[in-house]
């Protein structure tokens, strides 16, 4: 799977924006009365998590949706803006990250690390996306909302907000690439996880006893196994980094800041 092979915000911003929003004129009804902007965006999302984003194209869609390829293009102009389409569809509400659930800014953000993660493993091809410059639509305002809304009282600046949330997403973005990756290893190699370790086995069994390499050969058995939660363990140790640097702020500021790890308390 290649990375960044597409670009957020490359088609007509103008244009994707009013479709985002539904500011722009509707479409005259086209040769199918079923055919609708929601149905040609939700049937890409489908061709893209089935056989990839290279997959998806103006005419693959206009053939899985069984009508011409010149009818889509009376309600989307191009691939670029069906893209920016895409990437805010998936981000809905049913699939969004800031579903947070209860608690205070640490469950919250411990909450948005589980979502992002599970939305890509998904939709793996959005790890094809360069998302460096996205076209806001409602549903990523919606899920940025709802998450400042509750990290707000870490009691950081604006900007370290927004970068607590660039922080979790660049972490979850990492751990699902490299989640991605080995089940694209697997599928093209034929060999599980365990049987390509298994190939290396008496080599490196060979190389530990060499003297070569002591602080490898002394780790225990299980330190390179797979019932290790690798991605829990790093979650935590950046929620307790962000729990330092709150309660210093909340120290400097005196005692009416919120610690932040718990829902704030009744006033009574």
């Not at 389409?85 to 209860?102: H, I, K, T, W, Y």
């Not at 707000?152 to 607590?164: A, F, I, R, W």
């Not at 991605?180 to 049987?195: F, K, P």
């Amino acid at each position: 799977m290649a990375s960044g092979t597409e670009t957020s915000g490359s088609g007509d911003i103008g244009r994707t924006l009013e479709l985002l929003w539904d500011t722009g004129r509707r479409p005259s009804r086209g040769p199918r009365p079923g055919l609708t902007l929601e149905r040609i965006v939700e049937v890409a999302v489908e061709v893209a998590d089935r056989d990839g984003l290279g997959a998806v194209s103006m005419r693959r869609i206009a053939t899985e949706l069984g009508t011409g390829t010149m009818s889509l293009y009376r309600y989307v102009p191009g691939k670029g803006e069906l893209l920016d389409l895409m990437l805010d569809r998936v981000q809905r509400p049913s699939e969004n990250p800031a579903d947070l659930g209860d608690g205070g800014w640490r469950a919250a953000l411990e909450g948005l690390g589980h979502a992002t993660l599970a939305l890509y493993r998904r939709h793996t091809w959005l790890l094809e996306v360069n998302q460096s410059r996205p076209v806001l639509g409602p549903s990523a305002l919606d899920g940025m909302e709802r998450v400042l809304a509750r990290i707000k009282p870490m009691g950081l600046t604006d900007p370290e907000l927004v970068s607590v949330i660039v922080m979790i997403d660049g972490y979850v973005v990492g751990a699902a690439r490299t989640q991605v990756y080995e089940r694209e290893a697997e599928r093209r190699s034929g060999l599980t996880d365990a049987q390509f370790w298994a190939a290396q086995g008496p080599v490196l069994v060979e190389a530990m006893s060499s003297g070569r390499y002591p602080v490898l050969s002394s780790l225990s058995e299980d330190a390179f196994g797979t019932g290790f939660d690798h991605f829990e363990f790093g979650l935590q140790r950046i929620l307790d980094g962000l729990e330092v640097l709150v309660a210093s702020r909340r120290a400097a500021d005196g005692p009416a800041a919120d610690n932040g790890s718990a829902a704030p308390e009744d006033p009574a």
